[in-house]
């Protein structure tokens, strides 16, 4: 199988966009909520009036585009995030996120990762050791209120267990995890594979299911624990630790069942640490 390999890693290389400073086409849908509009108002879609004194129609939570109820069936995924709708930066929905701010990831990854990186990396369990909550919540509470203007900076918080806490918190908190629930049967399908590299096609299939914010923020954020597995001698953290840290923080189980989420665990972690393993083929 190791024709498979090298077939694989060429078809992901070509699959795989350069890393350009160009900020991807996200798609994203309206998160249409009735409304009941003041004074005359017409629909945004087909310019017809909206009647009727109380909701008369939807509005979008994140650009504020105003339509009736059943011409929002037909309006394009083109929601276009206002800054003045979306108000905070923790929970809420990642590609709402980016595309508010125009970024290619959301600016709590960048930000934490390059904070790690520059003075966290031979820190003892990093990941693992947690920083203490109120301070993680300080942390979120500034990037709510500051977003990339948060100083999360050594003069403000010394212990870098609060950052790397913060970036967790960050994953935890989002409504649609990294690791969708769409996406999430085939990533748990690609651990339970024991070819090498039947796991991998699998692996590489289930990326594909993301929406391309989440890919690309899932890319980035396993480049870095790739990173921090190069300091295992100083910090400790290998792939495995990071995949247990990780596996439950990047993936919920979309299934109500708690016996089935708990048997997911394993395989949770498995993921993660697959995917920090063969990041360079993956990605």
Not at 103 to 126: F, H
Not at 161 to 183: E, M, Q, S, V
Not at 184 to 202: G, N, R, V
């Amino acid at each position: 199988m190791r024709g498979g390999r090298n077939r694989l890693t060429s078809l992901v290389r070509r699959a795989t966009l350069k890393e350009n400073e160009q900020i991807p086409k996200y798609e994203k849908v309206h998160n249409f909520k009735v409304h009941t509009f003041r004074g005359p108002h017409w629909c945004e879609y087909c310019a017809n009036f909206m009647w009727g004194l109380i909701a008369q129609g939807v509005k979008c939570a994140d650009c504020g585009l105003n339509v009736h109820k059943q011409c929002s069936k037909m309006v394009p995924n083109d929601c276009k995030p206002d800054l003045k709708h979306v108000k905070k930066v923790y929970s809420c929905d990642l590609t709402t996120l980016v595309k508010a701010h125009t970024t290619k990831r959301p600016m709590v990854v960048d930000m934490c990762i390059r904070e790690i990186e520059s003075r966290g990396l031979n820190s003892e369990g990093l990941y693992r050791v947690s920083g203490f909550s109120d301070l993680i919540e300080d942390v979120k509470m500034a990037f709510d209120r500051d977003g990339e203007k948060a100083d999360i900076s050594v003069n403000v918080y010394e212990d870098i267990n609060i950052i790397t806490g913060a970036l967790k918190l960050y994953f935890r908190d989002l409504p649609i995890p990294l690791i969708t629930y769409d996406a999430y049967p085939k990533f748990i399908e690609s651990a339970k594979i024991m070819d090498p590299d039947e796991q991998l096609e699998t692996l590489h299939e289930a990326l594909k299911l993301l929406p391309p914010a989440h890919c690309e923020t899932l890319r980035y954020l396993m480049a870095h624990l790739k990173r921090v597995t190069l300091h295992e001698k100083e910090n400790l953290m290998n792939a495995e630790n990071l995949g247990i840290v990780f596996g439950p923080t990047l993936m919920r189980s979309p299934e109500l069942d708690a016996m089935a989420a708990l048997n997911d665990i394993r395989y949770q972690r498995l993921v993660v640490e697959l995917l920090i393993k063969n990041e360079d083929i993956l990605f």
